[in-house]
């Protein structure tokens, strides 16, 4: 059974930090792309980041690009995202997606909520 398990959302005051955490298990972690989606209220789910399985090729929306950092431990089956200078228009539920030819995964989502 494929399981991804997101953590470390929250609320955070504007300019704040966040790390999420996504772990996979029941995958061969280090064969998939992952992402990151996030989805406002009233709002379609939109890509914010991905790494693919080569560590050092990664690709950002353009709202977070130069704020939030994509990552991977493939020996710990866990990718990170690293939000810093968090705006409120960052505020959404996060998703962890491991997607490969013919295979397409989701974790549950977290929210992360950026608020004075």
């Known amino acids: 059974q494929v399981q991804l398990v997101e953590s470390g959302g929250g609320v955070v005051q504007p300019g704040g930090s966040l790390r999420l955490s996504c772990t996979a298990s029941g995958i061969t972690f280090a064969w998939y792309v992952m992402n990151w989606y996030r989805q406002a209220p009233g709002t379609e789910r939109a890509l914010v980041a991905t790494?693919?399985?080569?560590?050092?090729?990664?690709d950002y929306a353009d709202s977070v690009k130069g704020r939030f950092t994509i990552f991977r431990d493939n020996a710990k089956n866990t990718v990170f995202l690293q939000m810093n200078s968090l705006k409120p228009e960052d505020t959404a539920v996060y998703f962890c997606n491991a997607n490969r030819i013919l295979h397409d995964y989701w974790g549950q989502g977290i929210q992360v909520t950026v608020s004075s």
């Open positions: 790494i693919r399985r080569t560590e050092n090729s990664t």
